[in-house]
């Protein structure tokens, strides 16, 4: 779970919550634009859920799979899920969705390389 993968998500996921929230902060709606970064992290999370799942069928599992799993499904749903949330809420409010979300994303990453390393994954 340590690896570049881990480090250019919380990067992203950073440097996309600092954008959101500037938006928010100057009293912008997403823009197009906005929503299609979030898509793009979508993907990547996305990425880093498949090699995640790929790692627990290998020889070194997490010893709590089930905790491992509630993070990883919990991190692969949030962005997409903030996403649709946002697309409903058209003013600020929007870009201050999308903010959180993506300060949340570091978060779990996080959590999940804690649970992998504590067990020996």
């Not at 799942?53 to 899920?81: M, N, Q, W």
């Not at 993506?102 to 390393?117: H, M, S, T």
């Amino acid at each position: 779970m340590n690896g570049p993968l881990s480090v250019v998500t919380i990067v992203a996921a950073l440097v996309l919550a600092a954008w959101y929230l500037l938006r928010s902060a100057l009293n912008r709606a997403p823009s197009r634009v906005d929503l299609l970064l979030a898509a793009a992290f979508s993907v990547l999370i996305a990425v880093f859920t498949v090699v995640a799942v790929v790692s627990l069928f290998g020889d070194s599992r997490p010893s709590d799979t089930a905790t491992f799993v509630g993070y990883l499904i919990t991190t692969f749903a949030f962005i997409p899920v903030a996403l649709y949330l946002a697309r409903l809420e058209p003013t600020r409010w929007g870009s201050l969705i999308l903010g959180v979300a993506c300060l949340v994303i570091p978060v779990l990453v996080l959590r999940l390389q804690q649970i992998a390393e504590v067990t020996g994954a």
